[in-house]
């Protein structure tokens, strides 16, 4: 790779040859997580029935809240340094992997059109021939099948061939009903999107009115 190169972030310690990470305590994170667990089956049972009930649930929310981002900011003071790092090794070996891999495209393309053709060549002098035994034709009889076995020969290489269908495009008015699949993602933007008390008029779709409930820490 050259020089070697070096990267100093929070944490980490990056080289050509070596990476040091250092790992902050989380001696108390197997305490933290029994209590969690513990509690959860608990918090499963809430019921809300009044007002007071809200109050509770609501506190009990915000305590759950912070805890978790707690745990995140603790999780990340690991995790951080090492996606920096990950990154960081990853920008080196990313224009050599970019070159090889638009190389590897243009090869696997180019053979898999002459393997369509060859697959295309073989149909049509099968085919040829089928007409050459049928009119008794026993000269292009014999070359359409030298051309159908020269066709079916596997070129000789490495590489492996397999046979699929693609689609190439689409008609969606002449399209069964079954593949029409609806766009829920986008019915979902525009439920979010809408306002008002009445919900949004869409043919064949129900939309159902929910509170999105914010943990403030």
Same mark, same amino acid.
């Given at each position: 790779?050259?020089?070697?190169? @070096? ?5 980490? @310690?990056?080289?050509?040859? /070596?990476?040091? =990470?250092?790992?902050?305590?989380? @001696?108390? *994170? ?10 959860? %089956?608990?918090?499963?049972?809430? /019921?809300?029935?009044? +007002? ?27 995790? #951080?340094?090492?996606? &920096? ?5 990853? +920008?080196?070996?990313? %224009?050599?992997? /970019? ?5 590897? +495209? ?21 085919? *040829? ?15 359409? *099948? &030298?051309? +159908?076995?020269?066709?079916? /020969? ?17 008609? %969606? ?20 999107? @809408?306002? #008002?008390?009445? %919900?949004? =008029? ?11 409930? #914010?943990?403030?820490?």
């Amino acid at each position: 790779m050259g020089r070697a190169r @070096h990267c100093k972030v929070a944490g980490v @310690h990056v080289t050509d040859t /070596t990476l040091t =990470i250092a790992i902050p305590g989380v @001696h108390n *994170l197997a305490e933290l997580q029994r209590e969690a667990e513990e509690n959860a %089956p608990a918090y499963a049972l809430v /019921t809300i029935e009044d +007002a007071n009930d809200y109050t509770l649930a609501d506190a009990l929310l915000t305590d759950v809240a912070q805890r978790k981002a707690d745990v995140l900011a603790m999780r990340k003071s690991a995790t #951080g340094p090492m996606y &920096t790092a990950a990154k960081t090794v990853e +920008a080196w070996f990313k %224009p050599l992997l /970019t070159a090889l891999e638009a190389s590897e +495209a243009a090869l696997k393309r180019v053979m898999g059109q002459y393997r369509i053709a060859l697959e295309k060549r073989e149909r049509e002098a099968r085919e *040829l021939a089928a007409k050459a035994a049928e009119t008794h034709d026993a000269e292009a009889l014999v070359t359409a *099948l &030298t051309v +159908a076995s020269e066709a079916a /020969t596997k070129p000789a290489g490495r590489a492996t061939a397999r046979y699929v269908w693609a689609v190439e495009s689409c008609n %969606p008015p002449a399209m069964s009903r079954e593949f029409l699949v609806p766009d829920v993602s986008r019915l979902e933007a525009l439920a979010r999107a @809408h306002k #008002g008390d009445d %919900p949004p =008029i869409v043919p064949g779709v129900v939309f159902v009115r929910r509170a999105i409930i #914010g943990a403030r820490k």
